[in-house]
Every structure is written in C-alpha cells, then in structure tokens.
T-cell receptor, first 113, second 116 residues
Framework: KQEVTQIPAALSVPEGENLVLNCSFT??????LQWFRQDPGKGLTSLLL???SQREQTSGRLNASLDKSSGRSTLYIAASQPGDSATYLC????????????WGAGTKLIIKP | EPEVTQTPSHQVTQMGQEVILRCVPI?????FYWYRQILGQKVEFLVS????????KSEIFDDQFSVERPDGSNFTLKIRSTKLEDSAMYFC??????????????FGDGTRLSIL
C-alpha cells in the first residue's frame, strides 16, 4: 500500500533563504507526483505536476525534482518570501489506480520577515 | 484562470440529516473527484466520476455517500444520514479528460462540514 511521507512537518526560515521540502513514497510505480499549496482554511492550489518520466519541473521560483527509483521528490523554493508561508502537500498517482491521489501530511512553512 | 467553485463554504448540519455539497468543475474538464480532510489529518480520496459513472471509489465512500451530475455544470456529493465523524473539509476537483491519469487535478476552496 502506498505511503507518502513529508519531513519535516514544520519549517521556519528567514526571508530570502532558499529552501527544500521533501516528499517520499514507498511504491515507485506511479504515474506522476503533484505539489500543492494550502493556505489556512483554504483550498488546495496546484503548484507543479511532475510525470514519472521527468526529472524536474520548474515554475517561477519553484523547482520540483523526482527520483522515482528512490521514491523521493523535493520542492525547491528560491529566495523565499513571507507570502510563501503555507502548508505544502505532495500527492502521488499510483499505477494501480487511474484517478486517486494519495497524499502526504504536508510541511507547514513559515517565512519570517 | 478557470477555477473549481464549491458551495457552501461552510455547512452546519444536525447528525442524521442529509447534506448535499455542490461543486462547479472547470467547464471543459471531464473527470471529477471528491476528497475530504478531517482536521489535522491527511487529505483522503473519496470518489472519481466520469461519463456519468463512478470510475473509482475508496472504502470511505460507503452506501451513505452518493454523487451526481444533475446538469451540465454541477457535480454534487450527498451524504444521506450524517454522522459526527463526517465532519471534515470536503474538496471537489476536476481534470481534463484526455489521458486523465497524466493531467493535474484542480481543486476548489472546499466546504467545511460541521456535524452537531
């Protein structure tokens, strides 16, 4: 059964720093992995989708990498800003299921001004 | 940018009552989903829906739950007889139909369901 883990559960860094959020999964038979942002009491905003055949995806200051064989993905945030403060979630789509996303618990990120 | 819209944002219901959560997916999307997030827990998949049929459902999605696309724009989740443990944030999502498994899912802002 696929398990998705995100460590650390919380992270606090000063503004301007580059940072890396981690996501690991136990079953490498995935179609893709999607990173989301969740603001308190709000919905889930899709940030990046990285297919299993890809190594990286970039959007602005965000870069997601995927190492499927080792079951790991990272989300790199460059030059962090207070507006980046949110919970970041990763979710995988398994090959034994066409549709559902299996989620990590998230990393709560606080960027200190 | 097109978005998924969910109503209401917050629903308070007495235990045992029926509740209907509503969603308007992105207009050209063909796959629709419901997820829930109990406070402090992971997001969990409930059901996916395509071509007016359930395509996949989880163990959570028992006989108390049903989904419907009553017209060309709305997608609803009904809970027949609510329990205290149904209290959660419910998220609707949609994705494009073409090779859906490779497409991102786009989510609404959620409906917070509180069962008293």
């Amino acid at each position: 059964k696929q398990e998705v883990t995100q460590i650390p559960a919380a992270l606090s860094v000063p503004e301007g720093e580059n940072l890396v959020l981690n996501c690991s999964f136990t079953d490498s038979a995935i179609y893709n992995l999607q990173w989301f942002r969740q603001d308190p009491g709000k919905g889930l905003t899709s940030l990046l989708l990285i297919q299993s055949s890809q190594r990286e995806q970039t959007s602005g200051r965000l870069n997601a990498s995927l190492d499927k064989s080792s079951g790991r993905s990272t989300l790199y945030i460059a030059a962090s800003q207070p507006g980046d403060s949110a919970t970041y979630l990763c979710a995988v789509r398994n090959m034994d299921s066409n549709y559902q996303l299996i989620w990590g618990a998230g990393t709560k990120l606080i960027i200190k001004p | 940018e097109p978005e998924v819209t969910q109503t209401p944002s917050h629903q308070v219901t007495q235990m045992g009552q029926e509740v209907i959560l509503r969603c308007v997916p992105i207009s050209n999307h063909l796959y629709f989903y419901w997820y829930r997030q109990i406070l402090g827990q992971k997001v969990e998949f409930l059901v996916s829906f395509y071509n007016n049929e359930i395509s996949e459902k989880s163990e959570i999605f028992d006989d108390q739950f049903s989904v419907e696309r009553p017209d060309g724009s709305n997608f609803t989740l009904k809970i027949r007889s609510t329990k205290l443990e149904d209290s959660a944030m419910y998220f609707c999502a949609s994705s494009e139909g073409f090779t859906a498994r490779y497409q991102p899912q786009h989510f609404g802002d959620g409906t917070r369901l509180s069962i008293l």
